[in-house]
């Protein structure tokens, strides 16, 4: 049995961006096939291949066999019908003219359709339930009516394989789930092999027999919708947390997204301290609170920039009154605070004999045994203390237990 | 309706092409054919009938093609500058002393194909070439091309000053029997390769992707259909010089008529073509008579409010979305 469509070893891209790398699937005569996957996974570029209007870097494209770039256009279009995802056109056309055009390839130039195209063409507007309005100019249709129109369109080149692209992206749910099951009836009653990208998971999976997931240029999965729709590959694949549940009443796959990855659940009730100041630690502090932790900061000087990202986020300050070195008293606060902190953030702060106190924070977290993350780039440029005290001391933490950061990532991944 | 507009243009083109032989500069009237002046008079009417009447229908012709092809209900030889750049090639044959029945349209066809390419490979980076990429550097080479014609005729000996100034003005009156045979065989031949392939232009009217998938080999399709289009404008400049609107006005009006099937609208628009250019060089010779006004003025001046009434009576009819 040939296969309708197979492609080999197909690679293609633009200027210099491989899009589809090396891929390889096929898909048989009578399949129903979806093809899926997030934004720029390609699935426009592979349609545009295999309909041959992308010459591929490498590999091939198999129509019946037959290479789809050496195919004669006139052939092609007898096997291959396309439905874009959105037609532009003269506004003046009707329907009936536009389900004409599908007769383009068949039709000699100089030969007016006779009544076998008649025939066809009438066929194609009866089946898609558009013979009552094959008078009506396309920009008189809905939305739903205007697909149609254009499914006639692609009926009336009797083919073997349709292609669509979003078929139901600007359609409301009922005319979504009357276009599908227009293309079912088709697939079912005439064996055409269907071939759609959807960015609907659950229309896609109710419909097709097989499901191909494409990331990044390469198949992810490829199978019945069991195999396909399954909570880590597709969490992979669209990078969100994404549940799969069964409905109970028809025993369809439900593909529901949820939150966000990167959730609060990560740091829920987890303390932090962090030791900014300078305004270098304003993003790591959004970044803390943003994952959930409970932050807290200081010892700050009032007029500091991050003790004002501090305040606006909501975060336990300790501050000091400006243009003084900090007391004993906002140390023991901050003391507090950064005692009951799982671990203690150094940031990339300038150590003068006002701040240097701070340092202690990170010492008796380091004695208690909780985490001590410590930023470790420019030390020398940054620390304005006589004798350098505070590089010592800071080299003393890292050689203790402390752990050196200079990247929010990382910061965050040790955190974990 | 839609049907019979090409069956009305064709039984009104005899009454009024026999009717504008009537109209003469001097006077109204059929010249007497038994005087060697007579004849004179009205040969000379005879041409200027079968002129107005080529040049009409190539530059609707050109127009309706360059409008399908390129998608762009705005599209027009004058404003994609295959117009400019045909006079070019025309201003430079005539400088050279070539301006026989042959090599003027030809180099015209030269000057305008260069310019047509020019423009599309300007506007067209990568694939299709974006709309107003497309008519901003039609505009841009049009007018580099008047610019150069400008420098031209300034630089040129008198004799050929003269030359190159009565034929830009846009003029009907035949310079040659022999050219305005050439054009009109190359005039008639493009439009029948161009109606043979209507089909194909029907279908890009749905862009090249979607033509592609109805199985046109577009390309193909493309370079034939715009160089079919460029050689009848060529042939139209060279035959009259440089007359507007036509290549506009008539495409639009006879697409809201006949509706989008290039099989009907590309005869409809040749007859509809020529049929108005000789009404209109007619208009202006009796409202000017003695003497007359240019028929581009004629063009402009009754072919403006016509399509702007056509434009709201029927806002969606044609191709303006």
């Known amino acids: 049995m040939i296969p309708a469509l197979s492609c080999e070893n197909l690679t293609v891209g633009y200027v210099r961006q491989p899009v589809l790398r090396d891929l390889t699937f096929q898909v048989a005569e009578g399949e129903r096939v979806a093809l899926l996957g997030p934004n720029g996974a390609g699935k426009s570029t592979l349609l545009r291949a295999l309909t041959g209007l992308q010459p591929p870097w490498s590999g091939r494209v198999r129509l019946f066999g037959a290479d789809v770039r050496r195919l004669p256009a006139a052939a092609r279009a007898r096997l291959l019908a396309v439905v874009p995802q959105e037609l532009r056109a003269p506004a003046a056309l009707t329907v009936e003219d536009l389900a004409f055009l599908g007769r383009t390839a068949p039709l000699a130039p100089w030969r007016a359709p006779d009544e076998a195209d008649r025939r066809i063409v009438e066929r194609a507007l009866v089946y898609t339930d558009m013979n009552e309005l094959r008078d009506r100019p396309l920009d008189a249709l809905s939305g739903g009516e205007r697909q149609r129109a254009v499914i006639a369109m692609a009926l009336a080149q009797e083919p073997r394989v349709i292609v669509m692209d979003e078929p139901t992206t600007h359609l409301d749910l009922n005319h979504a789930l009357e276009i599908l099951q227009l293309v079912e009836r088709l697939n079912r009653e005439q064996r055409v092999t269907v071939l759609m990208t959807s960015h609907d998971l659950n229309l896609a999976a109710e419909f097709c027999h097989r499901l191909l997931l494409l990331d990044h240029g390469r198949l992810a999965a490829d199978g019945a919708r069991d195999v396909v729709l399954r909570e880590d590959i597709l969490r992979e694949v669209y990078h969100c947390d994404i549940r799969v549940r069964r409905d109970p009443q028809s025993g369809s796959l439900l593909v529901l997204p949820a939150r966000r990855l990167a959730d609060p659940r990560t740091g829920r009730n987890r303390r932090v301290h962090v030791v900014a100041g300078g305004g270098c630690a304003g993003e790591l502090l959004r970044r803390l609170s943003l994952a959930g932790f409970r932050v807290s900061c200081g010892v700050l000087n009032r007029q500091d920039t991050d003790a004002r990202a501090a305040e606006a986020l909501g975060l336990d300050v300790v501050l000091e009154k400006p243009f003084s070195p900090i007391g004993a008293d906002a140390l023991a606060r901050a003391a507090a605070l950064a005692a009951e902190a799982e671990a203690v953030l150094v940031c990339e702060v300038p150590f003068g004999p006002g701040n240097l106190v701070n340092l202690e924070l990170a010492e008796q977290a380091v004695r208690r045994g909780a985490r001590v993350l410590i930023h470790d780039r420019n030390l020398e440029l940054r620390d304005y203390t006589p004798g350098r005290q505070a590089l010592a001391r800071i080299r003393r933490l890292l050689a203790g237990g402390a752990r050196p950061w200079h990247q929010i990532s990382q910061a965050m991944n040790a955190l974990g | ?321």
């Open chain 2, 1 to 321: 309706m839609k049907r019979r507009i090409v069956w009305i243009l064709l039984g009104l083109a005899p009454l009024l092409l026999g009717g504008a032989l009537f109209i003469g500069a001097g006077e109204v009237g059929w010249a007497d054919w038994g005087t060697p002046l007579g004849r004179a008079i009205l040969s000379l009417r005879a041409g200027r009938v079968a002129a107005g009447f080529l040049v009409g229908a190539a530059l609707a012709c050109a127009g309706v093609m360059l409008q399908a092809l390129l998608r762009n209900p705005l599209a027009e030889p004058y404003v994609l500058g295959i117009s400019g750049g045909a006079s070019l090639g025309a201003a430079l044959a005539i400088l050279a002393g070539a301006a026989g029945t042959f090599r003027l349209p030809a180099s015209a066809f030269l000057g305008g194909a260069l310019a047509l390419a020019l423009v599309y490979g300007l506007a067209s980076r990568s694939g299709a070439p974006a709309l107003y990429a497309l008519l901003l550097s039609g505009v841009i080479v049009g007018a580099v091309c008047s610019s150069l014609l400008m420098v031209l005729l300034s630089l040129a000996p008198v004799a050929g000053q003269h030359g190159i100034t009565w034929w830009m003005l846009g003029n009907l009156q035949v310079m040659s029997w022999p050219l305005l045979g050439g054009c009109a065989v190359l005039i008639a031949a493009s439009f029948a390769g161009l109606w043979l392939r209507a089909r194909d232009w029907n279908a890009l009217t749905l862009g090249s992707d979607m033509a592609w998938h109805l199985g046109v080999r577009t390309r193909l399709a493309m370079m034939f259909g715009l160089g079919l289009a460029a050689l009848m404008t060529a042939a139209a400049v060279a035959l009259a010089g440089l007359i507007g609107f036509v290549g506009l006005i008539v495409p639009h009006a006879l697409r809201a008529l006949t509706g989008p099937d290039h099989r009907r609208l590309l005869p409809a628009a040749a007859l509809g073509g020529g049929l108005f250019l000789v009404l209109c060089d007619a208009l202006g010779r009796a409202l000017g008579a003695p003497g007359e006004i240019p028929v581009g003025v004629i063009t402009a001046l009754t072919g403006g409010p016509f399509f702007l009434a056509l434009l709201r009576r029927r806002p969606r009819g044609g191709w303006l979305e």
